[in-house]
């Protein structure tokens, strides 16, 4: 790295992207009036310049830093200004938060005053996120030229860079978003706990139960402690109430209505008035005024800890023996099936009739009122919608009150008003039965109440939450307890809920103003989640939005209901909460438009109704070589011997379990097993491979199936590893590079018996097939463009389909949010090209156990500093499992890729039957080469199709025919010497669910088998086209057990030796994937691997000769039985001959003379050509030249010298573009063969010299 960078101005920002350029290897000047920043400089290695002009002179690029629009005169226009001395091709890069306008104002006055023409503008801060905390962060944009020429620079000196390609301004533009959700997020935090303190509630038991809910934002958790401690004091709120003033500017000048920022920007203003200018004031005094509650006195108050104190009540908790469950909804289904699996005798009620078979069917008994559940309980578990549905089951028609046996329980955990809660108690005593009441509102989502992980805050006396101590234990991977009693626990709950409402409500206003902005809504989420102005709702809720995917996770109408509870509840206790009443008005008009029973994220509705923005951020298809242009340069050492000698050191052998055969599309001279009985697995581990894959063909399975397959597997290879010494393996899960496969079921079944690693690496890059990862979003290329992988056809597959691009998104889809966006780690290409090895390492051996990766790459080197990374990291004692695609391996192992493997290389050139070609995948991929296979090589080709409907959908009589029609007309094709190509045919039939789809898979992938099966011919070579009918061909139709990856017919296409246990051994197996390749990759490969005419040429047979020092024998015929004799002779003695046609046999045989030759050779098991000889006249050679002859000889002998070279030049340019070699002819002896004489005196012998001209002939 090399060049000079220029900074006018310096701030802390400033300094730490001076280190980073001059760790990266540039020169870096600056000029600076302050000299605190400046001596911090000079520190770093910077050099100082004493005027603007100085700092421009000699530099690549120069970073001005511009913190007013007044210092824009002075610093860039002025006398001395910084551009009196740049070089013309200097980029400039405004480090600047001034408004868009003006940085457009500015770049535009440079151009046209012909200072500069590449300026981009770059807004810098430190990210806040857990993976890149404190890490520099830079948002850029500029026009593509000049964003390309700052490219370098930028990347240098930032962690995660961000570029906008068009006009300047997007980074002034993001920080106005990042500033509205920031103010939105402090005032939602304020009101928040005031809002407790007024239910009673200790704020620092909701700061740490909300800073690790849905409600945290990072807002939340970082400011309220300051606020909460005194440390935040009044002159806090001028300049953040001036930035928000900024923004609704810029608002009401696009006019886009702002509601929850201008309410908060009013909020502000309050505060700032009731301060008395007093900067030494507390805000939390300020606060306390704006909303008539003592935060402080509150805050003081003693502590206790509510984890603490549900430990120390569930210990004394009392015999549960019956429970009662009403409100089987998505929720309560699975918190009532949990507590049967947990071994609890529950009775459940529901008004649904059918959720109450299905709670049957899991185990439970179930009642026909609440009346009848509550008979004999000894708690009884409401979780029902609203306070109106909870009435009615408790104190209705056959409600469960009247039924209850006196000293029972009733948990509630319903989301209601605490205010109900506490009259629910009352009333309860009332009945003079001695019934308690536990105040519980859950928290967590369907997926963990029906595994036992909810959060629940729970409040009541002691001896009720005794009584349903073990219930909430069972039902809880957090549980709090609430002092204050009944009314405390949905306090808290209400608090969270305001958080949250109010945080998807300022999600949706922040992207649609980041839209009508003109900004990338993705790229923006991803920057606000990196920031300050992040919250939990933010980063699970946006991505909705962006999908415009509002499938209910949670219903908008329930924001209607909880906000609806904190409305209420501020209006009792007089306390004026003005952004959650905006919020709640944002989710009732939500709901007015029709809008209630989807997503709540759809809130961002109202916002794309009112101003006809678009927030969906559909990921663009990028330009495949500008994208790979503008990334940083590769790694400049290359690992592989590294890794070499790291795998010794290692020892470890690398075990892969591969869901179909293509995933050995990069690697060669490696095992493959089809059977993985521990007898195998220790035969295998005994040899002490560095690899070896077990084909799982998983990927045809149900999930269900596939768990049972990957634990039986992982299951024998514990038990094998045990019984061979220093034995130690690591897992690799390959899968396909689309994103299709069991995931994460598989990933759960092997930890589940391999024991818990340190990270699952999710790693789909593939380079062959066209599979790239940048900034954590997959791609597959198409052409020259790269299209999100969301956005191709194997997303829409019937059994494995998904939505994300963003493998972040991805994991968290396909685990329905188990593992969340937020929580993935990333090795960004940036951090594989600048840091290498050593910083892979340390980021793996960095994350907490039990966490997902993602590896982000675009090439093979990528790969390999990858692996060569996690390798140390091994050896450091971390453990891994990888789901990837099949570049990895080849990296994890050091493989050095080798040429395509040809049938020459293996020697079945002497094979003498057709080649079978086996086609079932249906990809759209695959039914465009087919079509090329048929429109180029048809002609070569026997073509079978099998019916889809007819094996998959018709009687078995039906499916059998067609099955055995396929298999004897493919057998006489093969025998006849014919390439056989057997294809089901392209419409592609899919059941109703995924199962049903599955299932049609196996009916025809089972139909193909039986095909193959049937043939009683040996193919010369085996083609299987996808991945499912490749593993079945060669495990169920040839019988293969295992098998040796020779290496890869044509770049990721895989080529196998099968096992001699195989119904066919040493016959060729190509593994060709359904989803690689162009569409001319199917043709190439069957061109190559297709029978040849000849078995050799004329000049191979002659070449061969001059190796081995032998002759062949050249023998003219005249009729059938004179080839046949020649062919016979030369068949016995194992020998090439050449059969030689003179222009007299010619006038006699003919065109069936030559025909008789070719066939002959064609059909000979040795190598046999056939040469037209003594061609004397010009009209028989160019006849002879469309016959098929191998070679000719241009006998020119009766021509003066020069004619000759001239005649026999000519023919030999017409037969060299026929691949045809030619003999020449300089002298003539005497007498006669066949009816060429020559006189005596028309002999001569050849004149060496005469040779030497001839030999200038090319290849003549």
Partial sequence: MSGVIGFVGLDQLSLDMAASLLRAGYKVQAFEVQNLLMNEFLKLGGTECFSLREAGKGVAALIVLISHV???????????????????????????????????????????????????????????????????????????????????????????LYTFEGETGAGSKTKLVTELLEGIHLI?????????????????????????????????????????????????????????????????????????????????????????????????????????????????????????????????????????????????????????????????YDVYKPTLTRFESAGGLIGSSPEDVSKGVDVLVVMVTNEAQAESVLFGDLGAVSALPSGASIILSSTVSPAYVIQLERRL???????????????????????????????????????????????????????????????????????????????????????????????????????????WMFENRVPHMLDNDYTPYSALDIFVKD???????????????????????????????????????????????????????????????????????????????????????????????????????????????TEWSIKSLVEQFRKKPICFYILTNSRALSSEKATVLIKDICNNLCSAAKSVQHIDYTVVLRGDSTLRGHFPEEPDAAVSILGQVDAWILCPFFLQ?????????????????????????????????YK?????????????????????????????????????????????????????????????????????????????LCRSAASFVSARIGIISKAPIRPKDLGISKERSGGLIVVGS???????????????????????????????????EEREEEINRTAEMASVFLAARKDTLIMSSRELITGKTASESLEINFKVSSALVEVVRRITTRPRYILAKGGITSSDLATKALEAKRAKVVGQALAGIPLWELGHESRHPGVPYIVFPGNVGDSKALVEVVRSWAHPLRLSSTKEILINAEKGSYAVGAFNVYNMEGVKAVVSAAEQERSPAILQVHPGAFKQGGVTLVACCISAAEEASVPITVHFDHGTSKQELLESLELGFDSVMVDGSHLPFKDNISYTKHISNLAHLRDMLVEAELGRLSGTEDDLTVEDYEAKLTDINQVTVLNQIKNA
Wanted: net charge neutral; proline share 3%; with cysteine.
């Fill in 769 to 801: 097939g066209g599979r790239y990862t940048i900034d954590d979003i997959h791609y597959v290329a198409d052409s020259d463009r790269l299209v999100p992988a969301g956005d191709t056809e194997f997303a829409n597959d019937a059994a494995f389909g």
């Fill in 563 to 673: 906000l609806g509870i904190v409305a209420r509840e501020c209006s009792a206790h007089k306390i004026p909460l003005h952004i959650s009443t905006i919020a709640h008005q944002l989710f009732i008009a939500g709901s007015a438009a029709g809008w209630g029973r989807q997503d709540d994220a759809g809130v961002v509705k109202v916002y794309e109704t009112l101003t006809g923005v678009k927030v969906e951020g559909k990921l663009p298809a990028l330009k495949k070589e500008v994208v790979l242009q503008s990334l940083p340069p590769e790694w400049p050492v290359d690992p592989i011997n590294d890794i070499h000698k790291l795998n010794q050191k290692n020892s470890r052998t690398l075990v892969v379990l591969d869901d179909d055969p293509t995933g050995t599309q990069t690697v060669h001279d490696v095992e493959v097993l």
């Fill in 922 to 956: 249906y990809v759209p991929k695959t039914t465009k080469q087919v079509e090329e296979l048929h429109s180029q090589h048809g002609h070569m080709l026997k073509s079978l199709e099998v019916s889809v409907h007819k094996v998959a959908m018709k009687s078995s």
């Fill in 429 to 535: 005593q009332n009945e003079g039965k001695d019934l308690k009441l536990v105040d519980a509102p859950v928290s967590g989502g369907v997926k963990r109440a029906s595994m036992g992980e909810l959060t629940i805050m729970a409040a009541g006396s002691d001896d009720a939450l005794k009584s349903a101590g073990l219930i909430l234990s069972a039902l809880s991977e957090k549980l709090y307890v609430i002092k204050g009693g009944c009314g405390a626990g949905s306090g808290v709950k209400m608090v969270n809920q305001l958080l949250a409402g109010v945080h998807i409500a300022a999600s949706a206003e922040a992207m649609a103003f980041g839209a009508r902005l003109g900004l990338s809504t993705r790229m923006l989420f991803d920057i606000i989640s990196n920031s300050g102005a992040t919250s």
């Fill in 188 to 348: 939602a935090a304020v009101e928040a706990i005031s809002l407790g303190v007024k239910a009673g509630i200790h704020p620092w038991i909701i700061y740490d139960i909300i800073s690790n809910a849905a409600g945290n934002s990072w807002v939340f958790k970082n400011y309220i402690p300051q606020l909460l401690s005194g440390n935040v004091k009044y002159n806090f709120l001028n300049p953040f109430n001036h930035k928000l003033g900024i923004v609704l500017d810029m608002a009401k000048l696009l006019t886009f209505p702002l509601p929850l920022l201008a309410s908060a920007h009013q909020q502000l203003a309050l505060g700032s008035l009731l301060g008395h200018g007093d900067d030494n004031t507390p805000l939390g005094q300020v606060w306390d005024q704006v909303f008539g509650v003592h935060t402080a006195d509150a805050a003081n108050a003693e502590r206790y800890n509510p984890e603490e104190l549900a430990t120390q009540i569930t210990a004394k908790s009392k015999t549960v023996n019956r429970v009662g469950f009403i409100g089987l909804g998505a929720m309560g289904f699975g918190m009532a099936t949990y507590l049967v699996k947990s071994n609890f005798c529950v009775v459940g």
């Fill in 70 to 160: 007044d210092q824009i005169n002075d610093i860039i226009f002025g006398h001395d200004s910084a551009l009196k001395g740049l070089q013309k091709d200097t980029v400039i890069i405004l480090h600047s938060t001034i408004l868009p306008s003006h940085i457009q104002k500015l770049e535009k006055n440079l151009r046209e005053d012909g200072l500069t023409t590449s300026v981009v503008d770059a807004y810098v801060f430190k990210a806040t996120s857990e993976l890149l905390n404190g890490k520099i962060m830079v948002i850029s944009s500029g026009r593509s030229d000049a964003i390309s020429k700052a490219y370098p620079f930028l990347s240098a000196m930032s962690e995660k």
């Fill in 804 to 880: 994300s691009s963003n493998l972040r998104e991805w994991v968290e889809e396909k685990t329905a949010g188990r593992i969340p966006a937020s929580s993935v780690a990333s090795i960004s290409i940036q951090l594989l090209r600048k840091g290498g090895p050593d910083a892979v390492c340390e980021l793996l051996c960095s994350l907490e156990k039990g966490s997902t990766c993602i590896v982000n790459a675009v090439s093979e080197r990528d790969m390999a500093v990858f692996a060569a990374g996690m390798i140390q990291a091994e050896l450091k004692g971390k453990s891994f």
